[in-house]
Nanobody, 120 residues
Framework: QVQLVESGGGLVHAGGSLRLSCAASGSIFSIYYMGWFRQAPGKQRDLVATISGTGGTNYADSVKGRFTISRDGAKNTVYMQMNSLKPEDTAVYYC??????????????WGQGTQVTVSS
């Protein structure tokens, strides 16, 4: 069994910063990718940023230059520093992990989501 536990969401004024964390635990053999997606009310869930097991990163155009994703491989934890936040960044942010379990099965896991609200 694998669990993803997120933390760090909250309410911030436009221009402010937040840092999200997501720790993966359980029967993990290796991690291919970890990342963040977000879903605003009435909208689909969209990719925000991902980071591979070797450190390669990918960002949505809307967050490039403002958000930075990083990882601690020893702790199976991914972070996302969010700066210069805008009201349109308001959403529930979900952590995602694409990993190989201890049974050598490749699976996709999601966290429970954390709310980020940016006031104007």
């Amino acid at each position: 069994q694998v669990q993803l536990v997120e933390s760090g969401g909250g309410l911030v004024h436009a221009g402010g910063s937040l840092r999200l964390s997501c720790a993966a635990s359980g029967s993990i053999f290796s991690i291919y990718y970890m990342g963040w997606f977000r879903q605003a009310p009435g909208k689909q869930r969209d990719l925000v940023a991902t980071i591979s097991g070797t450190g390669g990163t990918n960002y949505a155009d809307s967050v490039k230059g403002r958000f930075t994703i990083s990882r601690d491989g020893a702790k199976n934890t991914v972070y996302m520093q969010m700066n210069s936040l805008k009201p349109e960044d308001t959403a529930v942010y979900y952590c995602n992990a694409d990993l190989l379990t201890s049974d050598l099965i490749r699976s996709d896991y999601w966290g429970q989501g954390t709310q980020v609200t940016v006031s104007s």
